[in-house]
């Protein structure tokens, strides 16, 4: 402990201890991008379900062409969903076209551009080919009851175009996580108002919210609540009625009109934390009211931005069955810096590869949690732990990556 205070990975520990996946839930294949795959799905179908012709040609038998040129009597014609009735014998061809099935008696195709037509019904072969040559086999791609994808997988466009080939018209995925987001505090109003004296525009609800839904959560506005204990607990009552989290925006630290804490403790709330030892970000407080998980999140934008990323996030991902990443990487500090005290700071910083490749980071300047600007600029935060020495340009740190690229 530290004065108190509880260190970043107990209190992630503590937050997931009891997180697992949400109930199912079954949606049409159409809406599944994004959601997580509740059990193994299993192809009632085979693809494709005949040997059809992948190219434009002509179906013949191998051993018509093995030697060139072949003359051959067209005796009917395939297109993709019309197959020929027939038997295709010895001398004999059918025009095939890609997607068709092969005409029983052929075992190959040979291409359109291989092919001389000299009319009155018949064409020259040109090349021979092998048998099989130029088909898909019956069951190419998948047989009926093979386990098409499974259980976990997160549908992307490659996971629904197959489950749609499988034949399912819709899948069992866990049930999204539905997050309500509150605001807190008389000072705010929402972004188009005009402030008055000592008023402030509500921005960190829709950075906590964008959060939410990267983390794959369904997003319920729960708007701003003033600093009065009945409508705080008139907003506590109404997310535990529809959320499975509730996520509070100032208001939960000590402060004689910080009433988070003190009126969702009267209303029942079991408090498992709510000081961690990192910077920005002490003031974080989670509990529990019956089924619905609270997590009260710093006022100050940076540090509420902090928290989502390290606390919110990861209980999202794994109560919707995803896997959360928190994975740290080693980089280059470019500027020196001062040791360390006793929290776990995370620093807005820069990230780049060099003209070799080699990732640096350099911190900004200036590291206010009210400056949303170098957040919004940040590539990584540089992870500084407690009591960490001096730290000199050219040494290796660590960094937590925000973006993508050009990590």
């Known amino acids: 402990m530290n004065g108190g205070l509880i260190p970043v990975a107990e209190a992630r520990a503590r937050l997931l201890a009891d997180a697992v996946p949400l109930g199912t839930e079954i949606v049409s294949i159409g809406e599944t991008q994004g959601r997580v795959l509740a059990e193994d799905l299993i192809a009632l179908r085979t693809q494709p379900p005949e040997a059809v012709s992948a190219m434009d040609g002509y179906a013949v038998r191998a051993d018509d062409i093995a030697s060139t040129p072949s003359d051959l009597t067209v005796i009917g014609e395939v297109a993709a969903g019309h197959p020929f009735s027939g038997t295709v014998g010895p001398g004999q061809t059918v025009r095939i076209f890609t ?5 029983a008696g052929a075992d190959t195709v040979i291409l359109q551009e291989n092919v001389t037509v000299l009319g009155d019904g018949r064409v020259r072969s040109n090349q021979a080919e092998p048998a099989g040559k130029h088909v898909r086999d019956a069951g190419l791609d998948f047989r009926k009851d093979d386990t098409v994808l499974a259980e976990g997988t997160v549908f992307d466009a490659g996971g629904i175009c197959l489950a749609a080939a499988a034949n399912h018209p819709a899948v069992s995925v866990i049930r999204r996580p539905r997050v309500g987001v509150l605001a807190t505090g008389d000072e705010l109003l929402p972004p188009g108002s005009e402030p008055g004296p000592g008023q402030i525009i509500a921005s960190n609800s829709y950075g906590i919210a964008a959060f939410a839904r990267e983390a794959g959560a369904e997003v319920i506005d729960l708007g701003i609540v003033s600093d009065n204990e009945a409508d705080l607990a008139a907003a506590l009552d109404h997310a535990a009625a529809s959320c499975d989290v509730l996520v509070t925006l100032g208001g939960a630290s000590v402060g004689d009109h910080d009433l988070v804490r003190k009126v969702f403790l009267a209303r029942g709330m079991t408090l498992d934390f709510w000081k961690i030892a990192m910077r920005p970000g002490k003031p974080l407080m989670f509990g529990r009211l019956d089924a619905l998980r609270i997590l009260g999140l710093p006022g100050n934008p940076v540090s509420a931005l902090v928290c989502g990323l390290l606390f919110m996030k990861p209980l999202l991902q794994k109560i919707g069955g995803l896997t959360f990443n928190l994975e740290r990487q080693r980089a280059i500090l470019d500027t020196a810096m001062p040791a360390n005290g006793g929290r ?9 590869r060099d003209e070799i490749g080699i990732l640096r980071t ?7 949690s009210s400056m949303i600007s170098a957040f919004a600029r940040s590539e990584a935060l540089l992870v500084r732990p407690p009591q960490a020495p001096a730290a000199s340009a050219g040494e290796e740190v660590e960094i937590l990556p925000l973006k993508p690229a050009p990590l």
Request: no cysteine; net charge neutral; proline share 10%.
């Open 344 to 352: 776990e700071d995370y620093v807005r910083a820069r990230a780049w």
């Open 362 to 368: 350099k911190p900004f300047d200036r590291q206010d």
């Open 99 to 103: 997607g068709g099935v092969l005409p």
